[in-house]
């Protein structure tokens, strides 16, 4: 098995198939691991909510209601933190954009992955790096690993996955062909 590092930019996946169904993460990391990449290193990037955010999208809630979807939250990470995933999160963040004229919702872990893919090119012993993320944005970040000598594989949407982000990485895995695989039933 090739060691892997797999880094999850939930954010990326959570806004896209919201209503649709859910990734089941352990699944996924099982599902890597069926493909021979053994996921020694599992970061996971998501957004928990600020008061502002959330009565931002939920205009008549209470503070009790905020309260609860928090506390949720932080349950749910600590369920992947008892799988071996390491957990970043920080507050989504309600902004203005004055080019639109209204308020958007923003939060982005660009820098944190990239300082994570950084340190564990720099220190860990890792063969395969899993960016389950579409974001074009990742394309330079995944270039230079590449560039050590390192495989590449991108777990993406179909539909939202940067033509040349895919063209960067030795293999492209879209969600939608593998969901039956990865998908959370209750």
């Known amino acids: 098995m090739e060691k892997a590092a797999v880094f999850i930019d939930a954010g990326h996946y959570h806004y896209r198939l919201y209503g649709k169904w859910?990734?089941?993460?352990?699944?996924?990391?099982?599902?890597?691991?069926?493909?021979?990449?053994?996921?020694?290193?599992i970061f996971y990037y998501?957004?928990?909510?600020?008061?502002?955010?959330?009565?931002?999208?939920h205009p008549n809630a209470t503070y009790n209601d905020i309260n609860l979807v928090k506390k949720k939250k932080r349950g749910y990470f600590r369920k992947l933190r008892s799988f071996g995933f390491v957990v970043r999160y920080k507050p989504v963040r309600r902004i203005y954009d004055k080019e639109v004229s209204q308020y958007k919702l923003k939060c982005n872990f660009d820098v944190e992955l990239t300082m994570d893919v950084m340190d564990v090119l720099s220190n860990k012993n890792v063969?395969?790096?899993?960016?389950?993320?579409?974001?074009?944005?990742?394309?330079?970040?995944?270039?230079?690993?590449?560039?050590?000598?390192?495989?590449i594989v991108v777990v993406g949407l179909k539909r939202h996955t940067n033509d040349e982000l895919a063209e960067t990485a030795h293999n492209v895995i879209f969600l939608e062909v593998i969901q039956q695989k990865i998908e959370y039933r209750q």
């Open 22 to 41: 859910r990734i089941d993460y352990k699944k996924l990391i099982e599902y890597f691991e069926n493909k021979g990449y053994l996921a020694t290193d």
């Open 46 to 57: 998501e957004g928990i909510p600020s008061k502002s955010s959330f009565f931002h999208t």
């Open 127 to 151: 063969d395969v790096f899993i960016l389950c993320s579409g974001d074009g944005d990742f394309v330079k970040l995944l270039r230079h690993v590449k560039n050590r000598g390192k495989k």
